[in-house]
């Protein structure tokens, strides 16, 4: 997960590239095998100790998923990232607002 916060004028702009494959669960490989389901089913922000953002995706979200925000921040302070798919695999990031 890449992420990165610029403030200016006390708005905090977000931009989040999520490296996920988004499988639907309903796409063959090669050998006619379905390909198992795995897709990003929540994805939150976190600003001081509050939920700024809160995202419930599916099956209809292209791969590695794009997502620009913006939330009233401040500049130096941090917020986090979490992101959950349906196999329960979750990933976390901590970033700084520049």
Known sequence: M????????????????????????RRKDKDGNLIPSKHLTTVTLDYKGETVFDAHMGTGVSKDPYISISFTGVKGESFEVNAADNTGETAKKTVKIK
Request: aromatic share 0%; no cysteine; net charge positive.
């Open 2 to 25: 890449r992420v990165k916060a610029k403030e200016k004028n006390g708005i905090v702009a977000a931009k989040l590239l999520i490296k996920h494959p988004m499988e639907t669960g």
